[in-house]
């Protein structure tokens, strides 16, 4: 069974500062997204991942994979308050269903 | 990116009645779409898969008589919540997928049930 996991859950940084959040899956992975999701909003697409070694980047954002570790990442340039958010990953396995991981809750502060 | 629209964005239903919840693809096929629930302050749990024109899969602990899924044609799946009680207040969220390539999700539906 697919399991997906993601560290932290809870993150709070400051402005102008990087970080990076983690997301372990257990099983292999034939794609894997990251989405943003703001309070009471639907989910917002930022990457679809789907080969070893991909990396993409989009503004202060940038996302990638290691399917022998069976990790993601998806670091954190220079926060501003804008990226105030909850990032999910979501693994997809043999084009079939995805799962989603528990989401990390980003608060960035002045 | 792909479209996938939502209708209603919001319902509100009194307990023991039924609501219907519209998923449809605006300018694909979406030949799977999927079906998700999301509580306050959690993530998103896959309910059903549905491929057009067969019935739906349900995950474990899913009540498929309960979550009425219809997946009639390639652009519009429906969700029915039968005999809604206040614990399936939820924030619903469906998804449509061409073939093999990624999904794309609708805005979601918020059912409050009183």
């Known amino acids: 069974e697919l399991k997906v996991e993601q560290n932290p859950l809870f993150l709070s940084m400051q402005e102008e500062k990087n970080y990076t959040i983690y997301c372990n899956y257990s099983?292999?992975?034939?794609?894997l997204y990251w989405y943003r999701q703001d309070p009471g909003k639907s989910l917002e697409s930022l990457f679809v991942?789907?080969?070893?070694?991909a990396v993409k980047q989009e503004g202060r954002l940038m996302a990638s994979l290691d399917t022998k570790a069976r990790l993601s990442t998806l670091h954190i340039t220079a926060a501003v308050h804008d990226l105030s958010a909850t990032y999910f990953c979501?693994?997809?396995?043999?084009?079939?269903?995805?799962?989603f991981g528990p989401g990390t809750s980003l608060s960035v502060i002045p | 990116g792909a479209v996938v629209s939502q209708h209603p964005s919001w319902v509100i239903c009194k307990s023991g009645t039924s609501v219907k919840i519209e998923c449809r693809s605006l300018?694909?096929?979406?030949?799977?779409m999927f079906w998700y629930r999301q509580f306050p302050k959690q993530s998103l749990m896959l309910m059903a898969t549905?491929?057009?024109?067969?019935?739906?899969?349900?995950e474990q602990g899913v009540e498929k008589d309960k979550f009425l899924i219809n997946h009639a044609s390639l652009t519009l799946s429906t969700l029915t919540v039968t005999s809604a009680h206040p614990e399936d207040s939820s924030f619903y969220i469906c998804?449509?997928?061409?073939?093999?390539?990624?999904?794309?999700f609708g805005p979601g539906t918020r059912l409050t049930v009183t």
């Open positions: 979501a693994v997809e396995s043999s084009y079939d269903k995805v799962i």
């Open positions: 099983t292999t992975s034939d794609r």
């Open positions: 991942l789907l080969s070893n070694g």
């Open positions: 300018d694909f096929q979406a030949t799977t």
């Open positions: 549905s491929n057009e024109g067969s019935k739906a899969t349900y």
């Open positions: 998804s449509g997928r061409e073939g093999l390539l990624e999904q794309y």
